[in-house]
């Protein structure tokens, strides 16, 4: 039985303390490699970041890309020539939220919800799923997964966030020669813990990873966007515009309009000033998977 053991490497703090707790000389984690799924449209910090994380040698990290997200969004093409996939973007109009969003029920905007998510899927999942098959275990497109091979994906999802990890477990399913592994649920450590382990370790404060324009932020986090990242923060403003343009693929061909911001302003005028609802960002890092 071959046994492949990868890092779906987000980034952000869960998944970088695994991939550091993997060099350490005790260490009971072990990674063949690390995989970033990139969109093209993170933060400078966390392609910084991810520079630093390479310089270390090992685990070798792959960065591997279905293209430019925002590109994709405003022309309409993805990279494999099909229709774009959506963000989820907010709109106030009831008939495009999505069933059971949990926006909906949020006060005190309970009109406003986003629409369906596909960016995770198709720029995060199946590009590690792609470098798996493809670079790693050398199947053809559509070949079926060798009986013999399997594939452990390992997820820094932390104690604070099991339900993402149910989430995740229940997309493995279709997947059976892989099987995923969250070494923070066995060990019970949360984010605190990640970020108190991390704390002397870096030479810097790991970064949140998440395009620029992902709708999934806090009024503070989008005040740092645009305090500490201007060219990212312009990126945001340019694909928020488009989510708006009349007919455009960005705007999924509707006539309806579909913003950045939770509250359904435009980005570059809405108050971020404090926060008025309860919303919950997707608190932590893509890991391969944003939110899931
Ligand atoms: S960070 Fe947000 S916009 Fe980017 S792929 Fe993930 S869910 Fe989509």
């Not at 999802?157 to 995740?168: C, S």
């Amino acid at each position: 039985m071959r046994e492949i053991h990868v890092l779906n490497l987000g980034a952000g703090v869960q998944s970088t303390c695994l991939f550091l707790l993997a060099r350490e000389p005790d260490a009971k984690l072990r990674f063949d490699i690390a995989i970033f799924a990139d969109t093209g449209e993170e933060p400078a910090a966390v392609y910084k970041h991810l520079d630093y994380l390479r310089s270390l040698g090992h685990p070798e990290i792959w960065i591997r890309s279905a293209g430019k997200l925002g590109d994709d969004l405003i022309h309409g093409v993805n990279s494999t020539g099909q229709r774009f996939a959506s963000i989820p973007a907010f709109t106030a109009e009831d008939h495009l939220l999505r069933p059971g969003s949990c926006e909906h029920r949020l006060p005190p905007a309970p009109k406003y919800g986003m629409v369906r998510r596909q960016c995770t899927s198709e720029y995060k999942i199946r590009v590690i799923e792609k470098a798996i098959r493809r670079e790693i275990v050398g199947l053809k497109p559509r070949q079926w997964m060798p009986k013999d091979v399997k594939v452990y994906q390992y997820f820094g999802i932390t104690t604070d966030e099991k339900q993402r990890a149910e989430r995740a477990k229940r997309r493995f399913e279709k997947t059976p020669w892989a099987i995923p592994v969250y070494p923070f649920l066995e060990m019970g450590w949360c984010r605190q813990d990640c970020e108190a382990w991390l704390m002397d370790r870096l030479p810097h404060t790991v970064p949140r990873s998440a395009c620029v324009f992902c709708p999934y932020r806090t009024n503070k986090e989008w005040l740092h966007l645009k305090q500490s990242d201007p060219d990212g923060w312009e990126r945001a403003v340019e694909i928020d515009h488009a989510l708006r343009q009349n007919g455009t693929v960005a705007n999924r061909r509707m006539t309806q309009k579909l913003y950045l911001h939770r509250s359904c302003v435009p980005l570059d005028v809405v108050d971020l000033g404090h926060e008025k609802t309860l919303f919950r960002p997707m608190t932590n890092e893509c890991q391969g998977m944003c939110g899931v």
